[in-house]
């Protein structure tokens, strides 16, 4: 009588681990890219112009860490 067994040797949770590690490092890299051109965007709008929008320069990285992030 013959028997069969399958094993997986687990390679393909490596290779799951892997894609999401490089999915999340790739997610977070573009919310900072995000991050780091709303800053600089609101950073060379005038005092006026903020003040406009109801922003001061102490708000922008409040401001562009919310835009970027969620938070």
């Not at 995000?34 to 406009?52: A, H, I, P, Q, V």
């Amino acid at each position: 009588m013959a028997y069969v067994t399958h094993t997986s040797v687990g390679s393909d949770s490596h290779v799951e681990k892997s894609k999401a590690l490089w999915s999340s490092l790739a997610s977070r890299y573009a919310a900072y890219r995000t991050y780091r051109r709303t800053l600089t965007e609101l950073r060379t709008l005038s005092n006026r112009e903020l003040n406009d929008l109801g922003l001061s320069r102490s708000m922008l990285k409040r401001v562009a860490m919310e835009a970027a992030y969620d938070a």
